[in-house]
């Protein structure tokens, strides 16, 4: 049966309607999956540089500077020194200066030695891990279980993660940022405590998953100095 031409240029005219309207469906549809699939892959890109950072990161030497600022944003101190890790659980922090300080532990105990005030203090890892950032990343602990979590995106070449202590934990800072670099190493700590005092730590000339002394991670208090315990 012979179908009138009108009719036939009327389908033909709807065919291409319809593959114009396809096409326009897919051409808004794409951009909106890319964009989905983007913070999808942005939301656990943050959380799988903490997650890297925590299990394949076994050892740290670098310089670090710090900044603590009040609530007013005002520096109110400055120190520089440099640090060595060993996971899980040892660390040393040498502050530089006349009035400097070193924060040791040997994975059962933390010392903090103030050659100024001739006083050296002591007390089980397990007390100081929450309130230190020595500590803290010197651990191995599943951070999701004290800390709720989220990825703040990248801004300044860093990749952003806000960290919030659980109620009841971790009562030496209410809130901190870790940011990492494009390779995974954590590059800028800001913590921020009860007085919204601001305490930021830089990171430079780092060195990851290098052989450290055993040395490092040992300390004898000098003689006639004063030692405490908590």
Same mark, same amino acid.
């Given at each position: 049966m012979q179908q009138h031409p009108l009719v036939?240029?009327?389908?033909?005219r709807l065919g291409r309607d319809l593959s114009r309207a396809s096409g326009l469906v897919l051409?808004?549809?794409?951009?909106?999956l890319m964009l989905g699939s983007i913070q999808l892959a942005?939301?656990?890109?943050?959380?799988?540089?903490?997650q890297d950072f925590f299990q394949k990161t076994h050892t740290i $030497?670098? /310089?670090?500077?710090?900044?603590? *600022?009040?609530?007013? #944003?005002?520096?109110?101190?400055? !120190?520089?020194?440099?640090?060595?890790?060993?996971?899980?659980?040892?660390?040393?922090?040498?502050?530089n200066g006349r009035n400097g300080q070193t924060i040791v532990s040997n994975g059962e105990?933390?010392?903090?030695?103030?050659?100024?005030?001739e006083q050296a203090t002591v007390q089980p890892l397990g007390k100081a891990i929450g309130s230190t950032p020595a500590a803290l990343i010197a651990g191995n602990d599943d951070l999701s279980q004290r800390f709720r979590i989220t990825d703040l995106g990248a801004k300044d070449g860093l990749r952003?993660?806000?960290?919030?202590?659980? $109620?009841? /934990?971790?009562?030496?800072?209410? *809130?901190?940022?870790? #940011?990492?670099?494009?390779?995974? !190493?954590?590059?800028?700590?800001?913590?921020e405590d009860a007085f919204q005092q601001q305490t930021v730590l830089r990171f430079e000339h780092i060195r990851i998953n290098h052989p450290i002394?055993?040395?490092?991670?040992?300390?004898?208090?000098p003689a006639g100095v004063d030692v405490l315990s908590r």
């Open positions: 036939v240029t009327d389908r033909l051409w808004l549809l794409v951009p909106l942005a939301a656990a890109t943050g959380l799988t540089m903490l $030497t670098a /310089q670090f500077r710090q900044e603590v *600022a009040n609530h007013d #944003g005002q520096i109110v101190k400055r !120190a520089s020194g440099k640090l060595w890790i060993s996971r899980p659980g040892k660390f040393r922090w040498d502050y105990k933390v010392w903090l030695y103030e050659p100024a005030l952003w993660l806000l960290l919030h202590p659980k $109620t009841g /934990q971790d009562q030496g800072f209410t *809130a901190l940022r870790l #940011g990492f670099d494009a390779q995974g !190493a954590l590059r800028e700590m800001r913590m002394s055993a040395q490092e991670f040992q300390f004898t208090p």
